[in-house]
């Protein structure tokens, strides 16, 4: 059974900087190697949003918010994405998550890990 843990959140001050990682594990290195994986963050009292995605060929697309500042990579040999989060803003606080989004052409219904919380304070 696959799952994703995510890690490194915390309380940081406005312009400060994160690292989110995300570790997928109970799956191959080369199922990992072929999908779509995504950032997703969840506001007290909001809608989960996708932040940034990032295909098995390592093209990324982030939501209007964060671009400029967020970065998505991934280590397919460590079946792990990261988000380098910078210039943060109190807006930025939220639970994040990872999710599968694609493996190769097929669009895996979403599961979630248990999240890591981020908190920018001004």
């Known amino acids: 059974q696959v799952q994703l843990v995510e890690s490194g959140g915390g309380l940081v001050q406005a312009g400060g900087s994160l690292r989110l990682s995300c570790a997928a594990s109970g799956t191959s290195g080369s199922i990992f190697s072929t999908s779509t994986m995504g950032w997703y963050r969840q506001a007290p009292g909001k809608q989960r949003e996708l932040v940034a995605d990032i295909t098995s060929g390592g093209s990324a697309t982030y939501v209007d918010s964060v671009k400029g500042r967020f970065t998505i990579s991934r280590d397919n040999a460590k079946n792990t994405v990261y988000l380098q989060m910078s210039s943060l803003k109190p807006e930025d606080t939220a639970v994040y998550y990872c999710?599968?989004?694609?493996?190769?052409?097929?669009?895996?219904?979403?599961?979630w890990g248990q999240g890591t919380q981020v908190t920018v304070s001004s």
């Open positions: 999710r599968i989004i694609m493996i190769g052409t097929t669009t895996i219904h979403p599961f």
